[in-house]
């Protein structure tokens, strides 16, 4: 149990393009859902945090504007890059929890902007 | 206070040996603590994890020893597999700091045949 699948798992888009990636958890309902970013040999950086319905919370030095988060029900997050650019490149990560400790994460997406 | 420290940054094992990877903490919040294995590629996997009231934990090859006087707690794997080569993140987390996971700088583990 306690599936999350994120999808897509390779994406390249051109510079000034959007991008969406999505987070869905399969056998559960998530409460809530994170999303990192990890940059090569270092370790995951959170971005924000997402309850159902509600807007996201950024940390700090993020882009709301830039990294639009939607979750739009318990089993659905979505991560828009808008506008990306080269530097917009890196591996997204996102991860669920339906409560309790249980956080699971996805298989990542490696995001390539050219 | 919120910084998870980690170390060694990475680490060369025999097959066969034991890999010891170190981690410490400051937040006294923290009350929980998770391992996660994280091959190329790929989103971080849990591998074992452990609350404070326990000294050890341990789950086949992978062991936790946690010293919660010192703040600090380390991840033991016996028989050492070429299979077990991945980054290991070490992370922290408490109920009062939204649901967050604290992680670790990451140790990149190698074990050569």
């Known amino acids: 149990g306690a599936v999350v699948s994120q999808h897509p798992s390779r994406v390249i888009c051109k510079s000034g393009t959007s991008v969406k990636i999505e987070c869905r958890s399969l056998?559960?309902?998530?409460?809530?859902m994170f999303w990192y970013r990890q940059f090569p040999k270092q370790s995951l950086m959170l971005m924000a945090t997402?309850?159902?319905?509600?807007?996201?919370?950024?940390e700090q030095g993020v882009e709301k504007d830039k990294f639009l988060i939607n979750h739009a029900s318990l089993t659905l997050s979505t991560l828009t890059v808008t506008s990306a650019h080269p530097e917009d490149s890196s591996f997204y990560i996102c991860?669920?929890?339906?409560?309790?400790?249980?956080?699971?994460f996805g298989s990542g997406t490696r995001l390539t902007v050219v | 206070q919120q910084q998870v420290k980690q170390s060694p940054q990475s680490l060369i094992v025999q097959k066969g040996g034991i890999s010891i990877i170190n981690c410490a903490y400051e937040?006294?919040?923290?009350?929980?603590f998770p391992w996660y294995q994280q091959f190329p590629g790929k989103g971080p996997a849990l591998l074992i994890a452990?609350?404070?009231?326990?000294s050890e934990k341990k789950e086949g090859r992978f062991t936790i020893s946690f010293n919660k006087s010192a703040k600090q707690f380390s991840l033991h794997i016996m028989d050492s597999q070429p299979g077990d080569s991945a980054t290991y993140f070490c992370?922290?987390?408490?109920?009062?700091?939204?649901?967050?996971?604290?992680f670790g700088p990451g140790t990149s583990l190698s074990v050569i045949p």
């Open positions: 991860s669920a929890t339906r409560g309790g400790w249980g956080y699971t």
């Open positions: 056998d559960f309902q998530a409460t809530t």
């Open positions: 997402s309850n159902e319905g509600s807007k996201a919370t950024y």
């Open positions: 937040n006294t919040a923290f009350d929980y």
């Open positions: 452990i609350r404070p009231d326990v």
């Open positions: 992370a922290a987390l408490s109920k009062t700091s939204y649901d967050k996971v604290i």
